[in-house]
């Protein structure tokens, strides 16, 4: 049924007393009002784990090696697009993880770190996607990670704990997510499954096309449910996949998969897509600069597959954002007068892959020919082009034998500290090897973006994206948790003041 714009407008105002905090709730009133129609598509992307400093250095780098800004740079330019910053914390802390955030945006609830749609207490909330679906709405899922991950997953499932990414694979089932695309092809399969049932011939049941591999994506016709995991667990880091030529025809890239996407959903009246680039997040807890970079544009190309997506199709809503900060990256000033930090930082483009295979490189040479300075200094050079000093070599060498610990406990791992090395080379310096309370940064354009303008909590979204398709529905909300500490209930206090 559909609502008359009278009563659209009553609905909103009503929902926004009763629902939404603080200066926010005001936007969402503006909005409402002003609002001059409902997107027929939502697109939600997200470059998770994305701190300031990586979007900073991601756009300079994407001019080093592109010559131009990155897609989401040239979005604060337009006219049309509206800016917000977003509070993310979760319900036990001011520090989220991605089940937390991912749940915050799927059922306008505050979960506890490690929940995806469920409180601590037990109860399920309802997640965006069953209400989407209950209107019609076809929706799809695309990552980088395994599919049944927190992101993802925050959006269509309910699982306690994050892990049981079987249980999500079954949930996805039962609701019948239109688009899965992603990695984690272990939790389909009876050979890995714990309870051995075979869910990709279940999935072919309900008329899924199933896939594994880049050109069966390719070939693959606009219609149908589609369910694409193209390999065990995560997709490859950027920087490794377009290394390697076997994984580059075998496994489609973010911007890929989100195209097809696009051309599957196109063809349907309604759809609201998930877009995660997932391992953003994972270099940064890794520590690793150049994956870093080469995700993050990576991700860039699949938003502007979605832009150029909005641009022919008016009506779409673009929402682009990150769900917490991680490890804070920065380019640091370097040398007399900072001016190292640039050619420092242009170096970055020399590494050849990921710090996680040149620790398995690490690992092959332990037993032969033995991790001396010299062999840490050469492996280093062959991996990421930075030639250590002797002294560094020596430093790594020892670190490596335990006879050097860390004074940070939370850099004491080997990523943390060949990270470290590196900074001295490449000019990107971290702050730990987790989470951050950074308010991030989030950019809407097209059809239904004026609400997401301001400062915003994060389940201000699941309210703003049921409100744009008339959906009034609350899921249970409990209290911050006393251990979260006073600063963010003082600071709500004070937005509603
Ligand atoms: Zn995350």
């Known amino acids: 049924m559909k609502l008359s714009r009278r009563r659209f407008a009553a609905s909103t105002g009503l929902f926004t007393l009763s629902g939404l905090t603080g200066a926010s709730a005001v936007h969402a009133a503006d909005a409402g009002l002003r609002s001059d129609g409902t997107p027929g598509r939502i697109i939600h992307l997200v470059s998770d784990g994305m701190s300031a400093g990586t ?6 780098f994407s001019w080093l090696v592109r010559k131009r800004p990155l897609a989401w740079t040239t979005l604060y330019e337009r006219a049309d697009a509206v800016a917000a910053l977003v509070n993310m914390r979760s319900l036990n802390s001011s520090v989220t993880d991605s089940a937390a955030a991912a749940s915050s945006w799927g059922s306008g609830s505050r979960v506890r770190n490690g929940s995806v749609n469920v409180l601590p207490d037990g109860r399920e909330l309802k997640p965006l996607y069953d209400l989407f679906g209950d209107k019609d709405w076809a929706r799809g899922l695309v990552t980088t990670t395994e599919i049944t991950h927190a992101t993802p997953a925050g959006f269509a499932a309910n699982a306690l704990d994050r892990g049981s990414a079987e249980l999500i694979a079954t949930q996805y089932l039962d609701r019948g997510i239109e688009v899965l695309l992603g990695g984690g092809e272990q939790f389909f399969d ?11 011939a279940d999935y072919r049941a309900k008329g899924y096309r199933v896939m594994s591999s880049r050109s069966e994506l390719e070939s693959a016709p606009a219609s149908g449910r589609w369910l694409g995991t193209f390999t065990r667990s995560h997709l490859p880091y950027s920087i490794d996949h377009e290394a390697d030529e076997g994984l580059r025809k075998a496994v489609p890239t973010l911007a890929e998969m989100t195209r097809a ?14 877009v995660e680039g997932g391992r953003v997040d994972h270099a940064a807890h890794g520590s690793d600069a150049a994956a870093l970079m080469w995700d993050q544009l990576a991700f860039d190309d699949a938003l502007a597959a979605c832009l150029e997506f909005q641009r022919q199709t008016p009506d779409t809503l673009v929402v682009v954002t990150t769900d917490h900060g991680n490890s804070n990256p920065g380019l640091n000033g370097m040398g007399s007068g900072y001016a190292s930090s640039v050619p420092l930082f242009a170096s970055i483009k020399q590494v050849k892959k990921s710090l996680t295979l040149l620790q398995k490189d690490f690992s092959r040479a332990a037993d ?4 001396t300075p010299q062999v840490v200094k050469s492996l280093v050079l062959e991996g990421t082009g930075c030639e250590l000093t002797a002294s560094q070599a020596e430093g790594f060498a020892r670190y490596l034998e335990g006879q050097q610990p860390p004074l940070y406990a939370m850099m004491n791992g080997w990523s ?5 090395l590196l900074a001295n080379h490449l000019g990107i310096g971290w702050s730990g090897t987790a989470h951050t309370s950074d308010y991030v940064p989030l ?23 049921l409100a744009l398709v008339r959906v009034d529905y609350r899921n249970p909300e409990l209290p911050l948790m006393a251990e979260s500490g006073p600063s963010a209930a003082e600071a709500e206090g004070w937005l509603l003041a």
């Open 368 to 371: 032969s020919p033995g991790l």
């Open 443 to 465: 950019v809407a354009v097209g059809r239904g973006a004026e609400r997401f303008r301001g400062f915003l909590q994060n389940t201000d979204l699941f309210h703003h994206y």
């Open 416 to 420: 943390a500290q060949m990270g470290q």
């Open 55 to 60: 979007f900073s250095c991601a756009d300079q």
């Open 261 to 274: 996407a696009l051309r599957r959903l196109g063809g349907e009246r309604h759809f609201i897509l998930q």
């Open 190 to 200: 009876p050979a890995s499954r714990a309870d051995k049932r075979d869910l990709k």
